[in-house]
C-alpha cells in the first residue's frame, strides 16, 4: 500500500491531516501547506486512485480509504492529529470518526454535508461511472467546474480555473468511478454529529451551490463543540479559492491553541 502525500512543517508541531475533495487531489491543499506550516505539520494525502497513489478496486468505500489512511498514519508514527476534510474529504472524516475517534484532536469540516445521497443522486452517481468510463474525466472535470467554484471565480480568475482543471485531469479514471462508488454507498452520518465531541470547525463558502452555508449551519445545531466559518467569495473549494481567509479561520480556532 502506498499512499502518495506531501508533508511541510516542523515534525514535532501538531500535525494536520488534510483530505481533499472529489475529484481533486492532495494538491487543492498547497495554499494550507504553504500558509500553515510555521505552525503546523501539515500532511496531504492522495487518496487511492487520485493523483499519485495507485488505484485499487477495492477501494470503494469509505471504510476502505480510511482503512488505507490510518495505516498510512501509523506508518509515519501519527497517533493524534487534526483532520481537516474538504466535502468528500469531510465524508471521509465522518467514517474516520467512527472508526479511530481516539486519533482526532480537531476536526475541519470544509464545504461539506452529514447526510446520505439520495436516490437521486446515487443514480446520477452511476450515470457519471458510466460516462467516465466511456469518455474519460474531461468531460466530468467540464462539468463541475461551475459548480466547484464560485460564478466569479469561473468568471475572472482563469488561472485559478486552469489550476483546477488540471488537478481533476490528473487523477486515474478508476480513481474517480471508486470515488463514485464509495459516495454513493457512504452511510448518513447525521447521527455521528451528535457523537463528535471534539472541536470542530465547520467551513463554507458563501458561494457554494453544492453545500451552501446552511448545511453547515444546521450541522452545528447538531454538534456538541462546532463552530462555523462562512468565507465570503468563496464557492466549494473554499480552501483553493480563498486560502488566507480559510488559513486564518484554522489559526485562530481558540480550540487548537495552535501558536499559543
Ligand atoms: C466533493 O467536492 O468532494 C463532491 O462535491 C462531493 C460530492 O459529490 O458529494
Known amino acids: 500500500m502506498n499512499i502518495s502525500y506531501s508533508e511541510k512543517g516542523d515534525m514535532s508541531a501538531l ?102 445521497d439520495t436516490e437521486e443522486t446515487k443514480a446520477n452517481r452511476m450515470k457519471s461511472i458510466e460516462d467516465v468510463r466511456e469518455k474519460g474525466i474531461g468531460p466530468l472535470a467540464e462539468t463541475m467546474i461551475p459548480k466547484l467554484l464560485s460564478s466569479e471565480t469561473v468568471s475572472s480568475r482563469e488561472e485559478l480555473v486552469s489550476e483546477v482543471r488540471e488537478i481533476i485531469l490528473s487523477n486515474t479514471t478508476e480513481g474517480v468511478a471508486n470515488a463514485l462508488a464509495a ?47 462562512i468565507i465570503p467569495g468563496a464557492g466549494h473549494l473554499s480552501p483553493i479559492e480563498r486560502p488566507e481567509l480559510v488559513n486564518q479561520s484554522i489559526l485562530f480556532y481558540p480550540s487548537w491553541v495552535i501558536g499559543s
Open 15 to 116: 500535525p494536520l491531516v488534510l483530505i481533499h475533495a472529489f475529484p481533486l487531489n492532495r494538491r487543492m491543499w498547497t495554499r494550507q501547506m504553504d500558509g500553515l506550516s510555521d505552525k503546523l505539520r501539515t500532511l496531504a494525502p492522495d487518496l487511492p486512485g487520485f493523483g499519485e497513489t495507485p488505484v485499487h478496486v477495492d477501494d470503494q468505500s469509505m471504510a476502505a480509504y480510511v482503512k488505507k489512511l490510518k495505516q498510512f498514519l501509523d506508518g509515519k508514527g501519527i497517533y493524534k492529529a487534526v483532520f481537516a476534510g474538504c466535502s468528500m474529504g469531510g465524508y471521509v472524516l465522518f467514517e474516520f470518526w467512527r472508526t479511530y475517534p481516539d486519533t482526532m484532536s480537531g476536526m475541519i469540516l470544509c464545504d461539506t454535508r452529514a447526510e446520505a
Open 183 to 229: 459516495m454513493a454507498e457512504r452511510p448518513d452520518s447525521t447521527d455521528t454529529l451528535n457523537i463528535i465531541d471534539i472541536p470542530t470547525l465547520l467551513i463554507a463558502g458563501k458561494e457554494d451551490i453544492i453545500t451552501p452555508p446552511e448545511v453547515a449551519e444546521n450541522m452545528q445545531t447538531k454538534m456538541k463543540n462546532a463552530r462555523v466559518e
